[in-house]
């Protein structure tokens, strides 16, 4: 049932942000009465699930669910429909509208996905406000996953920068040592500064498992006791913190491995009960468990609400933050070693959102995704509205208009590229996928 929740959210959120860019290339073809042939949700190769005509335009959702298109008549584009640039020019193409206004209908899908993406994270904002956990808050500081673990941190470590600067907010840390190419972690341990190494393996690694690298440690809190159990009998109640097992510290991640090398038999717990701490001797059955439901205890987080004035630079600075972010990662891509290993398809962006439906997590996912997309779409490649920008902009500055040839063949080449790209990013997932 997750997984569909999934996919129906990958594919509800890309629908909007497709619907939406193709509109903004509908709109300002429209508005400077240039033919529209076709505006299509999805891509319908041989046929289309649906269909109708109104106007000049036919309207439709393809089976293929991989993006969308406009088919502006008089413009060199997916469709490569050369029968009809063979032609002369009519009024109501592409081709025969000024520059400027040829450079609009290009940079319109894009600039629509740069407004959404804003217009979210502004919402957003008004609504939820803006949270963090400082650093500060960490009680008993992180837990470690195998990666962490492998990278040299351990459980209980104090992050206090990263590449020698100081971080104040825990939320930060791991995109901190993705996007500055961290080369060393700097930790408290055992009361000291130490300063951890990462390797180019390591940081790789990080960016393909950036979600469980680290968390903060929590103190188990109890939620419920069972009575009859261990726990009940030495007199444990809800809201109790168990802080130690036979003498040793225990935390919310830990604390029900702990129970196993103890099973069948009676174990020692530090308590912090009403505010006072307190020894208690609790049996532990065949199964590992003393009968407690455990929760994580809560750590200070930073809560800001804003007005709706106040929300629309934060909303702005997180859009310009998300253009940033991207553009880091390309950079990583091309500039760490093993780096490109971690590239993800389809895959990979569905299993981003969460397997229950949360409207929150939803729209902060498509403002992120609808950003990401508007800047990769922009970058100069053929294929991508930033190649078609590229060539106007030649056109605009020499006063001389690109071969069509040139083009047509650029056009093919930015398309068999962004082809193979894709056919790797999936064909990464498929092998993460059957070597899990």
């Not at 468990?289 to 200070?300: E, F, K, N, P, Y």
């Not at 970058?379 to 078609?388: N, V």
Request: hydrophobic content about 45%; some cysteine; aromatic content about 12%.
């Amino acid at each position: 049932m997750g997984v569909l929740v999934q996919i129906s959210q990958f594919i509800l959120s890309l629908s909007i942000i497709v619907l939406l860019h193709e509109a903004g290339h509908f709109l300002t073809a429209r508005m400077f009465k240039i033919k529209v042939e076709k505006f299509y949700l999805f891509f319908d190769p041989w046929f289309s699930l649906f269909k109708f005509k109104r106007g000049d335009t036919e309207y439709g959702i393809g089976w293929v669910p991989l993006g969308g298109y406009v088919k502006i008549a008089g413009m060199i584009d997916e469709s490569m429909d050369k029968e009809q640039m063979k032609q002369p020019p009519q009024p109501w193409e592409f081709r025969a509208k000024p520059g400027w206004q040829r450079l609009i209908v290009m940079v319109a899908g894009v600039t629509v996905n740069f407004i959404l993406g804003f217009i979210i994270f502004t919402i957003f904002t008004v609504k939820n406000g803006t949270s963090y956990l400082p650093t500060k808050s960490l009680k008993y500081g992180i837990y470690c996953d195998s990666l962490a673990t492998k990278a040299g941190l351990r459980s209980t470590d104090t992050i206090v920068g990263v590449n020698g600067k100081t971080v104040t907010r825990f939320d930060s840390i791991t995109m901190d040592i993705i996007f500055d190419k961290a080369k060393s972690i700097q930790v408290i341990r055992g009361g000291k500064e130490q300063s951890i190494p990462i390797s180019e393996d390591i940081l790789s690694a990080i960016l393909g498992d950036a979600k469980g690298f680290i968390e903060p440690l929590y103190a188990p809190l109890v939620d419920s006791v069972r009575p009859g159990f261990g726990a009940a009998t030495a007199g444990i109640k809800k809201g109790d913190l168990i802080l130690k097992v036979d003498s040793t510290n225990t935390y919310f991640q830990t604390m029900s491995a702990t129970m196993q090398k103890y099973k069948n038999k009676d174990v020692q717990l530090s308590v912090l009960s009403n505010g006072q701490t307190h020894i208690v001797t609790a049996h532990v059955n065949d199964s590992g468990q003393i009968g407690v439901v455990i929760t994580r205890d809560s750590l200070s987080v930073v809560h800001t609400s804003y007005s709706f004035f106040q929300s629309i630079p934060i909303g702005l600075n997180r859009t310009f933050a998300t253009v940033g972010n991207v553009a880091k990662q390309l950079n990583i891509m091309f500039t760490v070693k093993g780096a490109h290993k971690q590239i993800g398809g389809f895959y990979s962006i569905g299993k981003s959102y969460s397997k229950v439906w949360n409207w929150s997590s939803f729209w902060l996912f498509t403002a992120f995704i609808s950003v990401m997309l508007a800047f990769i779409n922009i970058l100069p490649i053929p294929a991508l509205d930033g190649g078609h920008v590229i060539f106007l902009l030649y056109e605009m500055i020499t006063g001389r208009k690109p071969n069509e040839k040139v083009m047509e063949y650029a056009q093919w080449a930015g398309m068999l590229l962004l082809l193979t790209l894709m056919i790797y990013a999936n064909g990464l997932d498929v092998g993460r996928w059957l070597h899990k």
